[in-house]
C-alpha cells in the first residue's frame, strides 16, 4: 500500500505564494499521471491540478496562471508552485493519482488565504 504525505501549507494574505510538497512511500510518481486535488468544508474535492506521466499540465480555471504542477528533477516527489493566492484557494489539498482507481489519501496539507 501507498501511503502519501503532504506539506507546505499555511495560514497567509492574499497575493502571498506557497510551495506544496507531496510525497509517497511504497510506490513511485514516476511515469505516473498525478494531481493535486483541494477539499473545501461541505463541498466535494476537486482536482485543481494534474501532471500527466509524461509531461503534460492541466489546470482548474479557477487556479489557471497562478499555480504551476511539477515533479522533482527525480521524480521523486510532486509540487504546487501557488503563486497571487486568493481567499477561494483556501482549502486541504491532497495529492493522489489521476486514475480512478486512487491510492489511500494522505492527510492533506490545509491552505488558508486571509483576505
Known amino acids: 500500500q501507498v501511503q502519501l504525505v503532504e506539506s507546505g501549507g499555511g495560514l497567509v494574505q492574499a497575493g502571498s505564494s506557497l510551495t506544496l510538497s507531496c510525497v509517497a512511500s511504497?510506490?513511485?510518481?514516476?511515469?505516473?499521471?498525478m494531481g493535486w486535488y483541494r477539499q473545501v468544508p461541505g463541498k466535494e474535492r476537486e482536482l485543481v491540478a494534474s501532471l500527466g506521466g509524461g509531461g503534460t499540465s492541466s489546470y482548474a480555471d479557477s487556479v489557471k496562471g497562478r499555480f504551476t504542477i511539477s515533479r522533482q528533477n527525480g521524480k521523486k516527489a510532486l509540487f504546487l508552485q501557488m503563486d497571487s493566492l486568493k481567499p477561494e484557494d483556501t482549502g486541504v489539498y491532497f495529492c493522489?493519482?489521476?486514475?480512478?482507481?486512487?491510492?489511500?489519501w494522505g492527510q492533506g496539507t490545509q491552505v488558508t488565504v486571509s483576505s
Open positions: 493522489n493519482k489521476l486514475s480512478d482507481v486512487k491510492w489511500q
Open positions: 511504497g510506490s513511485i510518481f514516476i511515469g505516473r499521471a
